[in-house]
């Protein structure tokens, strides 16, 4: 393939996609329209050794630049399935969890509970309940009821819960306001420019069964740079130590949540994640010794980062429809039910015709989904080669807040899930649904 030819189809995106001899797209050298053939379409396709690549970026670099102790949690909320537990757990990750579907999931799966840190803004008694009952190492603590409500738990088992609380420096990462929460007004967490996550932490420390062990924070998603992270780990340090001051309690955990961010499209910046922890362990070190506190260990949350750029989303062309005068539709075999984030959040993608990789990108139509409601659109303005009905349509970098976003709306079974594992072999992580899947609660 010639280097122009590769820059048409947007190889430049990420380096595990390409072009063969037949002009298909090819997936971490997987021939995706082959692929779209064999298991049908929608098909999500995962490439393994790419996430493996981003969980060693975390985890190696960390272990290079953070305290003894530190390490990455794979947000597991942006793809939770038990192949993607037990990718994170041989790659030596912890995992974070959102609720008691998740927990589930990664203890199925024999994760280690000790590695699972359990986050939520309203924990339920029953949630609480289960996640002791599963032994979870961490609770990231939201607010005072949930600490009431542990502590008395934790007591009646005659444990002590290790436990992690969440609170908010009043950070504006400058990213879309709807997936931003290190601000104040935020329904996640307690602020700190308020005084209350002070007062909290005073009360905290008081109750009975918990071991406060140190503070989390989370600024936003998307972020292509370590500002964010510096100014939250400044706030957050800062904070730790006024803590010690004021407390005696020195807290030895700084969990900086996630939110790194991954080329969607062209005009998004190259991102390097090892650079980047470098960036904000300078600043973490320099911080501490301002500050004459002790290096805490760090917990980062990254989701996204690990599981997106692994992820291509097929699907089959069913038409293409030009409104004289206006625009054009391609109407594909999936979309909100498979993608809602443009829907949600008007998330910019990428597509290609996989199955005319190389051909030049001159067509711009709005991608529409096969779902009735006029807003399941996959992206609008799109350039790609022009499709004809049957061609097999990609969209590129669909492996985070996708399957996991997905639903039955209009009753459309979901697509399976299936890795591409570093010696080219595919397996099914997650199959596709059938119809009787789709109706297996109705009674
Ligand atoms: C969503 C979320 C993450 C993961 O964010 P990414 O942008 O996917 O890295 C991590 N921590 C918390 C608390 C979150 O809410």
Same mark, same amino acid.
């Not at 807003?375 to 009905?389: N, S, T, V, W, Y």
């Given at each position: 393939m010639?280097?122009?030819?590769?820059?048409?189809?947007?190889?430049?995106?990420?380096?595990?996609?390409?072009?063969?001899?037949?002009?298909?797209?090819?997936?971490?050298?997987?021939?995706?329209?082959?692929?779209?053939?064999?298991?049908?379409?929608?098909?999500?396709?995962?490439?393994?050794?790419?996430?493996?690549?981003?969980m060693r970026e975390y985890t190696e670099t960390m272990r290079e630049v953070f305290a003894p102790g530190s390490m990455p949690l794979f947000a597991s909320k942006a793809l939770s399935c038990k192949e993607m537990y037990r990718i994170a757990h041989s790659e030596g990750m912890g995992t974070d969890i959102v609720s008691c579907g998740e927990l589930y999931t990664a203890n199925s799966v024999g994760f280690p509970m000790e590695k699972a840190y359990f986050h939520g803004n309203n924990k339920t008694d029953k949630d609480i309940s289960y996640a002791l009952d599963c032994g979870v190492g961490t609770f990231i603590c939201?607010?005072?009821?949930?600490?009431?409500?542990?502590?008395?738990?934790?007591?009646?088992?005659?444990?002590?819960?290790?436990?992690?609380?969440?609170?908010?420096?009043?950070?504006?990462?400058?990213?879309?306001?709807?997936?931003?929460?290190?601000k104040v007004d935020s329904k996640f967490g307690t602020a700190i420019e308020t005084g209350?996550?002070?007062?909290?932490?005073?009360?905290?420390?008081?109750?009975?069964?918990?071991?406060?062990?140190?503070?989390?924070?989370?600024?936003?998603?998307?972020?292509?740079?370590?500002?964010?992270?510096?100014?939250?780990?400044h706030i957050m340090i800062a904070f730790m130590a006024a803590v010690r001051e004021q407390t005696g309690k020195t807290l030895t955990v700084l969990n900086l949540g996630g939110g790194y961010g991954v080329r969607y499209v062209e005009s998004d910046p190259e991102f390097s994640i090892p650079e980047n922890l470098r960036l904000v362990s300078a600043e973490i070190k320099k911080c501490c010794s301002?500050?004459?506190? *002790?290096?805490?260990?760090?917990?980062?949350?990254? &989701?996204?980062?690990? !599981? $997106?750029?692994?992820?291509? =989303?097929?699907?089959? @062309?069913?038409?293409?429809?030009?409104?004289?005068?206006?625009?054009?539709?391609?109407?594909?075999?999936?979309?909100?039910?498979?993608?809602?984030?443009y829907a949600l959040y008007k998330s910019d993608y990428t597509v290609l015709n996989a199955s005319r990789a190389a051909a030049e990108r001159d067509f711009t139509a709005t991608v529409a989904g096969?779902?009735?409601?006029?807003?399941?659109?996959?992206?609008?303005?799109?350039?790609?080669?022009?499709?004809?009905?049957?061609?097999?349509?990609?969209?590129?970098?669909?492996?985070?807040?996708?399957?996991?976003?997905?639903?039955?709306?209009?009753?459309?079974?979901? *697509?399976?899930?299936?890795?591409?594992?570093?010696? &080219?072999?595919?397996? !099914? $992580?997650?199959?596709?649904? =059938?119809?009787?899947? @789709?109706?297996?609660?109705?009674?």
């Open positions: 010639l280097d122009t030819e590769l820059n048409v189809m947007g190889k430049m995106l990420h380096t595990n996609l390409g072009v063969n001899d037949e002009g298909h797209l090819t997936l971490a050298g997987r021939d995706t329209v082959e692929l779209a053939e064999s298991y049908g379409t929608p098909l999500m396709l995962m490439d393994e050794a790419r996430v493996r690549m981003r939201d607010n005072r009821e949930e600490l009431y409500a542990l502590s008395a738990q934790a007591k009646d088992r005659g444990i002590t819960q290790r436990v992690i609380l969440r609170v908010t420096p009043g950070i504006d990462p400058h990213t879309h306001e709807a997936i931003n929460t290190g209350q996550a002070m007062e909290l932490i005073k009360e905290l420390l008081t109750l009975p069964a918990l071991e406060l062990v140190g503070l989390h924070c989370h600024v936003g998603s998307l972020c292509f740079d370590s500002k964010p992270f510096i100014d939250a780990a301002a500050n004459n506190f *002790p290096e805490p260990q760090i917990l980062l949350e990254p &989701g996204r980062s690990i !599981v $997106a750029d692994a992820g291509v =989303t097929v699907y089959t @062309v069913g038409s293409v429809k030009t409104i004289t005068g206006y625009k054009s539709y391609v109407s594909v075999d999936g979309g909100m039910s498979d993608n809602p984030r096969r779902l009735c409601e006029s807003g399941d659109l996959i992206g609008e303005d799109m350039l790609m080669a022009k499709p004809q009905r049957g061609d097999k349509l990609a969209v590129l970098v669909t492996g985070a807040y996708n399957y996991a976003m997905s639903s039955n709306y209009n009753r459309v079974p979901r *697509p399976p899930v299936v890795f591409i594992a570093p010696d &080219g072999e595919t397996r !099914v $992580a997650i199959r596709r649904e =059938t119809f009787e899947d @789709v109706a297996k609660l109705d009674v």
